[in-house]
C-alpha cells in the first residue's frame, strides 16, 4: 500500500459542490487507488492528545461533529464505518515496540470531521473497517515522521494509511474564493510540493526553520504532522507525487500527495 496526506479543508466538502477538492475525492476509487483496503489507519489534525492514542472501537464508529454554525443537514450525515479493534491492536503493538508508549485507548470514541469527512466522499459505502491514530502536535514533525516509520509494517498487510490535514493551515487570514491567492499561502505550498517531490524528507521534519512563512501557513503544526506520519510510514527514499492541487478562500491549500514505497 502506498501512503497519503489529504488536505481536508471546511468540513462543508462533504456537501458542497463548489470545492474543487470534492470531485477529487469522489473519484478516488477510480482514479488514485483501485484496490481497495482491508482497514484504514486515519491520523487526523481532529484529534490532538499528549500520547499516542487509538479508538478501539467494537461495532460501528460514532460520527463526530466537532465544529459548528454550519448548515443543520451536516449535523445529520453518518458515517458507520465498522472499527477495527484488530487493527488498534496492532498499532499499539507496533508503537509500544519502538518506544512510543505507552499507548492508550480510547473505546467510546467514533471518527471526527478530518477523518470521517474525506472518508465519506472516497469510501461512501462506509464498509472498510477504520481505526484513528491521534497527532501529539506538541512533539513535532520528527516525532510524527519517526511514528509513522513505526506503522511501516501495516502496508503490507493491506492497510491504507491516510494523513488529514491541510498543506496551509490559517483561519485567521481566509478570504473570498476570487480574491489573488495570499503570497504567504502559496510559497509554502510551493515549498511544500519541492521538498515532497524531491525527498528533502530533513527539511521536511525541520519546516519550521526550513520553509517560507511556516508560521503564518501553520501557527500550530496539528494540520502539518498528519503528513509527516504518511511520509514516514512510506519509508526511508519513498517518492512524493501531487494527487491534487486545488484552493479556496485565498489561503487553504487543498494539496494533497502519495509517498510510494521505493521498494
Known amino acids: 500500500m502506498d501512503t497519503f496526506f489529504i488536505s481536508h479543508g471546511a468540513p462543508t ?5 463548489g470545492i474543487p477538492a470534492r470531485k477529487f475525492l469522489q473519484l478516488w476509487k477510480s482514479s488514485i487507488m483501485q484496490e481497495l483496503p482491508k482497514a484504514i489507519l486515519m491520523v487526523s489534525a481532529h484529534w490532538d492528545t499528549d ?12 460520527t ?18 465498522p472499527g477495527a479493534p484488530d487493527l ?18 480510547e473505546k467510546n470514541r467514533g471518527l471526527d470531521h478530518g477523518a470521517w469527512v474525506p472518508l465519506m466522499l472516497m469510501y461512501p459505502e462506509a464498509n472498510i473497517p477504520v481505526c484513528q491514530l491521534s497527532v501529539q502536535s506538541r512533539k513535532g514533525a520528527e516525532h510524527h515522521y519517526n511514528l509513522g516509520k513505526a506503522l511501516a509494517p501495516l502496508r503490507e498487510e493491506g492497510v491504507l494509511i491516510l494523513g488529514s490535514g491541510n498543506a496551509t493551515h490559517n483561519m485567521h487570514y481566509i478570504g473570498p474564493d476570487d480574491g489573488p491567492i495570499a503570497k504567504w ?6 515549498w511544500l510540493k519541492e521538498a515532497c517531490i524531491n525527498g528533502r ?3 521536511l521534519n525541520n519546516y519550521e526553520a526550513k ?35 486545488s484552493w479556496t478562500n485565498r489561503t487553504i491549500s487543498y494539496a494533497s500527495y502519495r509517498f510510494t514505497s521505493a521498494k
Not at 13 to 17: H, Q, Y
Not at 51 to 57: F, G
Not at 221 to 244: M, Y
Open 13 to 17: 466538502l462533504v456537501i458542497d459542490d
Open 51 to 62: 500520547a499516542p492514542t487509538v479508538n478501539l472501537v467494537q461495532g460501528p464508529n460514532d
Open 64 to 81: 463526530i461533529y466537532d465544529f459548528y454554525g454550519f448548515p443543520s443537514k451536516m449535523y445529520k450525515l453518518k458515517y458507520p464505518a
Open 88 to 105: 488498534a491492536k496492532k498499532v499499539k503493538e507496533l508503537l509500544n515496540k519502538s518506544g512510543f508508549g505507552p499507548i492508550m485507548e
Open 185 to 190: 499561502a502559496s510559497d509554502f505550498d510551493t
Open 201 to 203: 524528507y530533513d527539511d
Open 211 to 245: 520553509a517560507p512563512s511556516a508560521r503564518i501557513s501553520h501557527p500550530w503544526p496539528d494540520h502539518l504532522v498528519p503528513l509527516h506520519v504518511a511520509l514516514g510510514a512510506a519509508g526511508e527514499q519513498a517518492k512524493g507525487e501531487v494527487i491534487h492541487h
